[in-house]
């Protein structure tokens, strides 16, 4: 059997896209230097600068500035002026890169993949021997990383715009609440949740000490300690008994146990009580989702490095991946005994997905 030769334009084609993807990874890596080293927010702040007026700025040596500016301009992320030798970060680019307060903002992603990058050879071992990895194996920058990019979208549409299409929830919290969070990190979305809803109480449980570490002093710092708690414990672990609703926020597809979870969840809940997911949106099928989802290729990266890989460390091992989609999510709220369950809201890049006991 005889093999085609390959079409040497598709080849060349193809190698643009591989150098791209390369440019890509690489360009990440100085993202996350220019974060760290305040050279986007200098820039923001600066106008039309030089490689010295931004080491100035910023406090950094002229050499590497130079560089990093060079590189920055050449994937279109600063402008060059050739005339005057200055660089500058537009507006709009920095309304992406230079804050995490902007509702635009996306570098706090960029950590997540350094970390990626240093787990490679703990994830092919785990290839070839099935294993799995717990979130508390993964690099530190993934959990600095997951708190800061996750935070911008619970920011934007969290309150304003998922609450309020569930059923009744917004009322419940409005008049005083029980409110438990399953997964629940550094606590992003809890403390959202308690400074716009001071009458309702909240607790997040998650089995990671350090997360838990941070987010009560991240609830300290914001100053509703009062009302807002955080505690080491598992998914079936947890105590609380009649709580009005229980969250999952980008965690549920990370259990190893899902329907597990779930069902030890509406044992928790009050009669009228609610489950809420939130999830990455994708279709109930991968045509679909590689198709319309923005957001596929990074989905799928981190699926692969730190969704999966925890799943498959813990009991049961489902292994749901990060874009398992509305479908499979409704069967393991289904088979967890669930009467109701309905997609309440979507965006761009998140679905909430609303379950009744």
């Not at 990383?145 to 309150?159: H, K």
């Not at 609610?274 to 279709?283: K, S």
Request: glycine share 10%; net charge negative; hydrophobic share 45%.
């Amino acid at each position: 059997m005889t093999t085609a030769a390959p079409d040497m334009e598709k080849v060349g084609a193809f190698a643009q896209q591989v150098g791209a993807v390369l440019a890509g990874g690489a360009t990440t890596a100085m993202m996350v230097v220019g974060d760290r080293a305040g050279l986007y927010a200098a820039m923001a702040a600066g106008g039309p600068l030089t490689p010295a007026q931004l080491a100035r700025e910023a406090g950094a040596a002229e050499p590497y500035v130079r560089e990093w500016l060079s590189q920055q301009a050449a994937v279109g992320f600063v402008t060059f002026d050739p005339i005057d030798g200055t660089f500058t970060l537009p507006p709009e680019h920095a309304a992406v890169l230079a804050s995490d307060d902007s509702p635009a903002a996306m570098i706090g992603a960029a950590p997540l993949i350094s970390g990626m990058h240093r787990r490679t050879d703990q994830l092919v071992e785990v290839f070839r021997s099935g294993a799995g990895i717990p979130w508390a194996d993964q690099d530190p920058a993934t959990f600095e990383s997951t708190e800061r990019f996750f935070r911008v979208g619970y920011r934007n549409s969290l309150v304003s715009e998922w609450i309020p299409a569930l059923d009744g929830v917004h009322e419940k919290l409005e008049a005083g609440a029980t409110v438990v969070d399953v997964g629940c990190g550094h606590g992003a979305p809890l403390l959202l949740m308690a400074e716009a809803y001071p009458n309702s109480q909240f607790v997040g449980y998650d089995v990671h000490r350090p997360s838990v570490e941070t987010a009560t002093k991240r609830a300290a710092e914001a100053g509703v300690s009062n009302r807002v708690r955080f505690e080491v414990n598992s998914c079936q672990g947890y105590p609380d008994t009649g709580v009005d609703v229980v969250t999952f926020f980008d965690a549920f597809h990370d259990l190893g146990d899902p329907v597990g979870a779930a069902s030890h969840a509406r044992r928790s809940l009050a009669p009228d009580g609610t489950l809420v997911l939130v999830e990455p949106l994708a279709a109930d099928d991968l045509a679909t989702t590689l198709a319309t989802a923005p957001m596929a290729a990074l989905g799928f990266a981190a699926s692969t490095f730190l969704c999966t890989p925890n799943s498959l460390s813990q009991p049961v091992g489902l292994a749901l991946g990060a874009q398992a989609g509305e479908a499979r999510l409704r069967d393991a709220l289904t088979e967890a005994g669930y009467s109701s369950v309905r997609r309440a809201a979507e965006n761009d890049f998140n679905m909430v997905v609303e379950a009744k006991p």
